[in-house]
C-alpha cells in the first residue's frame, strides 16, 4: 500500500507547529502584559493553546509510530539524535545558571559582607531535607532501570510496578522541594543569594515536573500495550531525561546545597 | 575518555553490528536476569535508603523550631526593585509570615 522505496518518514502536513509558534508569542507577549499592565488573559490563552499543542503534536507522534508504523530502525535513530542534542541544549541552560551562582558564590562583593552565604542568609541544612530529596532521585534512577529491564525482558507487572514507583518517587520529590520553598527562611529577593537558588532549583523542579509528566505518559501507554521488548523508543527517552533530572540536582545539591552553605 | 564517550553514544543510537554469539536484534540491549538485580537494588538499597533519609529528617525536625533569626534591615536582602505582579506585590510567591520578614520586619511581630 506504501508507495515509497525508502525507510524514511514522510510526515503528513501539520497544523501543530503553527499552532506551537503562535502559543510560544501568546505566552511571551501575555507574560509581559502580566508584568506592566497585569492582565492575564493573553497569558492563559498562550498557556492553554500550548499545552493543547503538544497534547495533540505528540498523540499523532503516536499514532504515526505505534499504529501506522512510521518508525523504522532510520527513523528511530533519527530521534534518538534528536532527544540527545535535545538534552545537551538543556545541559548548556542549566550551565548558565550554575556560572552565575559560581560567579557570585566564588567572589562574594563587600555589599553581601565579603563571604558566602552572604550576611543574613541562614542556609538549609544540606543533611536534612536536601539529602532526603538525594536519595529520593537516586531511588527512582534505580527503579526506572528495573522497569527499563522488566520491559525488555518481557515482564509486564513488573514493569508496571517499578514505573509506579518511579513516578510516585518524583512526585515525592515534588512535595518535599514544594515544602522547603515554603518553610526557607530566605526568599527568591534576598539578594544575589536567592535570585542563584531559587531559578537554579526552580528551573530543576519545572523538570522533575516535566519528566515525571513524560513518565506518565509512559505508564499509560504501557497499560495501552504500546510498547515491545524491542521497542519502546518514548520510554528510552523519557528514562534518559529523568536520569539527566537526577544529574542537575546531584550538581545542585553539591554546588548550591553543600559547598554554598 | 573521549572514546568511551562516543562508543556509548553509538549504543544508544542502537548502531547495528555483526552478530557475535547472542543473537539478539539491534533495538534490544538488555541481558537475561538484568531486572532481577535491579528490583533487588530497589527494593534492597534504593527505597530503604530513602526511609533511612526520612527516619533522618524526622528525628532532626524538632532541632530550632522556636528561632527565628532577629530582623535587621539588610540592605543587600527583601529587595523590592519592583513590586511582584501578584497580590500586594510586596510578597514573594512562597511568603511564609512566621519565617519571610517583609523589608520592613516581620509580619506578624
Known amino acids: 500500500m506504501t508507495h515509497q522505496s525508502h525507510a524514511y518518514h514522510m510526515v503528513k502536513p501539520s497544523p501543530w507547529p503553527l499552532t506551537g509558534a503562535l502559543s510560544a508569542l501568546l505566552m511571551t507577549s501575555g507574560l509581559a502584559m502580566w508584568f506592566h499592565s497585569h492582565s492575564m488573559t493573553l497569558l492563559m490563552l498562550g498557556l492553554l493553546t500550548n499545552t493543547l499543542t503538544m497534547y495533540q503534536w505528540w498523540r499523532d507522534v503516536t499514532r504515526e509510530s505505534t499504529y501506522q508504523g512510521h518508525h523504522t530502525p532510520p527513523v528511530q535513530k533519527g530521534l534518538r539524535y534528536g532527544m540527545i542534542l535535545f538534552i545537551t541544549s538543556e545541559v548548556f541552560f542549566f550551565a548558565g545558571f550554575f556560572w552565575a551562582f559560581y560567579h557570585s558564590s566564588l567572589a562574594p562583593t563587600p555589599q553581601l559582607g565579603g563571604h558566602w552565604p552572604p550576611t543574613g542568609i541562614t542556609p538549609l541544612n544540606p543533611l536534612e531535607v536536601p539529602l532526603l530529596n ?30 509506579l514507583i518511579t513516578i510516585l518517587l518524583g512526585l515525592y520529590f515534588t512535595l518535599l522541594q514544594a515544602s522547603e520553598y515554603f518553610e526557607s527562611p530566605f526568599t527568591i529577593s534576598d539578594g544575589i543569594y536567592g535570585s542563584t537558588f531559587f531559578v537554579a532549583t526552580g528551573f530543576h523542579g519545572l523538570h522533575v515536573i516535566i519528566g515525571s509528566t513524560f513518565l506518565t505518559i509512559c505508564f499509560i501507554r504501557q497499560l495501552m500495550f504500546h510498547f515491545t521488548s524491542k521497542h519502546h523508543f518514548g520510554f528510552e527517552a523519557a528514562a534518559w531525561y529523568w536520569h539527566f533530572v537526577d544529574v542537575v540536582w546531584l550538581f545542585l545539591y553539591v554546588s548550591i546545597y553543600w559547598w554554598g552553605s | 575518555m573521549a572514546v568511551v564517550g562516543v562508543s556509548s553514544v553509538s549504543r544508544l543510537l542502537g548502531r547495528s553490528r555483526p552478530q557475535l554469539g547472542r543473537p539478539m536484534s539491534s533495538g534490544a540491549h538488555g541481558e537475561e536476569g538484568s531486572a532481577r538485580m535491579w528490583k533487588t537494588l530497589t527494593f534492597f538499597v534504593a527505597l530503604p535508603g530513602v526511609a533511612v533519609s526520612m527516619l533522618n529528617v524526622y528525628l532532626k525536625s524538632h532541632h530550632g523550631e522556636h528561632e527565628r533569626p532577629e530582623f535587621i534591615a539588610y540592605p543587600h ?13 510586596n510578597h514573594t510567591l512562597f511568603h511564609n509570615p512566621h519565617v519571610n520578614p517583609l523589608p520592613t520586619g516581620y509580619e506578624d511581630e
Open chain 1, 134 to 163: 538525594t536519595s529520593v532521585l537516586l531511588a527512582s534512577g534505580v527503579s526506572i532501570t528495573w522497569a527499563h529491564h522488566s520491559l525488555m525482558e518481557n515482564n509486564r507487572n513488573q514493569m508496571i510496578q517499578a514505573l
Open chain 2, 77 to 89: 536582602l527583601r529587595i523590592r526593585t519592583k513590586p511582584f505582579p501578584w497580590g500586594d506585590g
